[in-house]
């Protein structure tokens, strides 16, 4: 059996591509600690390259996924004292912002959702 071993910090996304969970470890950073996933996989599997490259093309729309930072309430007590235009238009550009970031994020996990229906009867 040919096997291929990976260690993650969230192992969620991975199962979903036939790794197996195969120990856990506890990392110790000085004074913190995290949790870390070591995982298994049979290269020799039935639709090896297949669920492979779904799972490439699914890591690489998760990395697409964008973060909406919200307004600073310090930039818009700013603004609005300097001159209430300013503040309108950056209310209006943030609230638009949001909205293609919304657009684009539901676009994303629309396709990342495809790829693993897609990648369920593989497995």
Same mark, same amino acid.
């Given at each position: 059996?040919?096997?291929?071993?990976?260690?993650?910090?969230?192992?969620?996304?991975?199962?979903?591509?036939?790794?197996?969970?195969?120990?856990?470890?506890?990392?110790?950073?000085?004074?913190?600690?995290?949790?870390?996933?070591?995982?298994?996989?049979?290269?020799?599997?039935?639709?090896?390259?297949?669920?492979?490259?779904?799972?490439?093309?699914?890591?690489? #729309?998760?990395?697409?996924?964008?973060?909406?930072?919200?307004?600073?309430?310090?930039?818009?007590?700013?603004?609005?004292? #300097?001159?209430?235009?300013?503040?309108?238009?950056?209310? #209006?550009?943030?609230?638009?912002?949001?909205?293609?970031?919304?657009?684009?994020?539901?676009?994303?996990?629309?396709?990342?959702?495809?790829? #693993?229906?897609?990648?369920?009867?593989?497995?």
């Amino acid at each position: 059996m040919d096997i291929e071993t990976k260690e993650v910090i969230d192992s969620s996304d991975s199962l979903k591509f036939g790794w197996k969970l195969m120990e856990t470890k506890r990392v110790h950073h000085g004074p913190h600690h995290s949790t870390r996933y070591v995982l298994s996989r049979d290269k020799q599997m039935p639709n090896y390259e297949k669920i492979s490259s779904l799972e490439r093309q699914y890591a690489s #729309l998760k990395g697409q996924l964008k973060t909406y930072e919200p307004m600073d309430p310090l930039i818009g007590i700013a603004t609005f004292v #300097l001159l209430v235009i300013p503040f309108i238009i950056y209310v #209006l550009f943030k609230r638009n912002q949001k909205k293609d970031i919304e657009e684009h994020n539901i676009n994303i996990r629309r396709r990342m959702s495809a790829v #693993l229906k897609e990648v369920q009867p593989l497995l």
